[in-house]
């Protein structure tokens, strides 16, 4: 099992940034692929940045070129730096880790087994 905790949302202006994190407990293991999603009300969940073992990384393209994705493996910490935002990003906002140790980089929900609880980020205009 694997415990992940998500923190560092809140409220920012139309512009601003934030940085999530995601600190994950239990039978963490580095070659996992782990991503991050949100949700807002009403829509489905959905994929926007995944990490892969050797940093590779994959982005949706409503947050490409203003979101990055990174982890510290020694720490057992995913981050999320989001950069211009904008409100069509409210949501909350979810880490999680695949199963496989064969990483599969990719950001369908149902690849990843385990989810954090959450960290609402509102973006007000």
């Known amino acids: 099992q694997v415990q992940l905790v998500e923190s560092g949302g809140g409220s920012v202006q139309s512009g601003g940034s934030l940085r999530l994190s995601c600190a994950a407990s239990?039978?963490?293991?580095?070659?996992?692929?782990m991503g991050w999603f949100r949700q807002a009300p009403g829509k489905e969940r959905q994929g926007i940045a995944s990490i892969g073992a050797d940093a590779r990384t994959t982005y949706s393209t409503s947050v490409k070129g203003r979101f990055t994705i990174s982890r510290d493996n020694i720490m057992n910490t995913l981050f999320l730096q989001m950069n211009s935002l904008t409100p069509e990003d409210t949501a909350m906002y979810y880490c999680?880790?695949?199963?496989?140790?064969?990483?599969?980089?990719?950001?369908?929900?149902?690849?990843?087994?385990?989810w954090g609880q959450g960290t609402q980020v509102t973006v007000s205009s």
């Open positions: 239990g039978h963490t293991d580095s070659n996992r692929c």
């Open positions: 999680a880790a695949q199963e496989r140790s064969d990483c599969l980089i990719g950001l369908a929900p149902y690849t990843y087994a385990y």
